[in-house]
């Protein structure tokens, strides 16, 4: 029966969603990129490889910036105003998504997130773009563009370490498969992400194999590297002087490099407070957290340039193991110990740098006390926050601060005369090679 109207119409793809479904969709992709960023931000301690701790970084970030893109276009479309902050019908997906923390092994959380989240994230990604109206919803169409571009680099990777991590821990194999199995089973029993109306599942609850997530006291290292928890001799001899020319050069990449803490610390504290303190934090300390991987690298990069040899550079752990077994707010308070500890060195140092005519490490060191700025603020601003949500007063920021002096000194001093030693040697080492190669 062909019914006639008095109105102009035509069958129209772009009209399939309206602004409520879109922004029903943008939600939920937002929330799913949040519970994900934050698991594995808390998993960068617990994996070895330098190269999966600081891409791991940057994944976070780009995660974070493409939820913070989200959560505003959701604002814009003035979805029922005040619902974003609630996750609604899709609570099952989202809790599988903050599920992949308790993983039972390092493959099995990689294999999980690289074979059954990350797809589950860029086939919605991409489904959507592909229905979505590129007229109404353009903005979303350009950022989602990114985020899909970005997931298929993730997927790569993530494929390729839980493929090395399986190699060299072979007897982990079969629970992370099964891991990975029971992730993938839970995501199609609350209807998976897609673009879809919302399952409103109401399956959540333990997964089976799940083991609950703990901060790890020690970070784990990259063997390449010389393993020690003192990473040269001026940080358990006061004596030793931190340098001028080629000693600086060095003593400054080997400080870069080692600022791997900084990469485990940010995780761990952004994962810590992700539901004490706003979305803003989570976003900020994402940023924080890549900064610093940005700076291990630079280290890592100059130290290689010089054709020096891995195993030959000390690569320490006492910074993040003195934070270890305290409340996580001496996490975010070590990082702003050092940062304003450190900054006024910074500009100096650049300029011996340019005095030498080590253009790289100017330019890093330049770069670095940009970030580092904007990070003195960030560490500022956070502490008093967190303070202030503890009902505590916000002044006291200075105090954590004092107290995280007071945690490194104490841990310095169980610096014993074999590793003053041991450190020593490896330094004279590497400068007398670094001379060579001059
Ligand atoms: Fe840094
Ligand atoms: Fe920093």
């Not at 063997?223 to 001799?233: A, L, N, Q, T």
């Not at 030793?240 to 995780?267: D, F, T």
Request: proline share 6%; aromatic share 12%.
């Amino acid at each position: 029966m062909s019914q006639t109207s008095e109105f102009l119409s035509s069958p129209q793809p772009r009209a399939r969603w309206m602004r409520f479904d879109t922004a029903q969709i943008l939600k939920r992709f937002f929330f799913c990129e949040r519970s994900l960023l934050v698991s594995e931000a808390s998993w960068i301690p617990a994996i070895a490889p330098l190269d999966i701790k600081t891409a791991l970084a940057r994944f976070i970030w780009q995660s974070s910036e493409t939820a913070d893109a989200l959560r505003n276009r959701v604002f814009e479309l003035r979805f029922p105003s005040r619902l974003l902050e609630e996750q609604g019908a899709d609570h099952a997906l989202i809790e599988l998504f903050s599920a992949v923390k308790d993983s039972p092994s390092v493959p099995a959380f990689l294999l999980s997130i690289g074979r059954i989240l990350l797809p589950a994230l860029r086939d919605s990604f991409q489904a959507y773009l592909a229905a979505s109206d590129a007229i109404a919803d353009g903005p979303t169409h350009r950022f989602l563009s990114v985020a899909l571009a970005e997931k298929s680099e993730q997927i790569t990777a993530f494929e390729q370490w839980g493929e090395s991590a399986l190699a060299s821990n072979p007897e982990l194999r079969e629970g992370a498969l099964a891991w990975a199995q029971t992730i993938a089973k839970r995501l199609s029993d609350v209807g998976g992400v897609g673009v879809g109306p919302s399952s409103s599942s109401a399956i959540a609850g333990p997964l089976p194999g799940a083991k609950a997530y703990n901060i790890p006291d020690r970070p784990a290292r990259d063997m390449r590297f010389w393993p020690c928890r003192f990473y040269w001799p001026d940080v358990v001899d006061p004596s030793y002087p931190y340098g001028e020319g080629m000693q600086l050069q060095l003593r400054s990449a080997i400080s870069h490099l080692n600022e791997v803490w900084a990469i485990e610390n940010g995780g761990v504290m952004l994962s810590a407070f992700a539901d004490i303190l706003p979305w803003e934090w989570i976003h900020n300390a994402a940023r924080w957290t890549y900064d610093e991987s940005r700076h291990c690298r630079m280290g890592y990069e100059r130290l290689i340039a010089w054709s020096l040899n891995p195993a030959e550079i000390p690569l320490g752990t006492y910074i993040y193991e003195s934070g270890s077994g305290q409340d996580p707010i001496y996490r975010l308070g070590m990082l702003y110990f050092f940062e304003t500890k450190n900054i006024r060195h910074k500009p100096a140092r650049a300029q011996l740098f340019h005095a030498y005519g080590d253009a790289l490490s100017e330019h890093d060191m330049d770069f670095d006390w940009a970030d580092e700025t904007m990070h003195a603020g960030y560490g500022k601003h956070w502490l008093k926050e967190l303070l202030a949500v503890r009902g505590q007063d916000p002044a006291a920021y200075d105090q954590v601060r004092e107290r995280c002096e007071k945690l490194v000194g104490d841990y310095v001093s169980t610096a014993t005369p074999d590793e003053v030693a041991g450190i020593k040697r490896v330094a004279s080492a590497l400068m007398a090679k670094a001379r060579q190669t001059m």
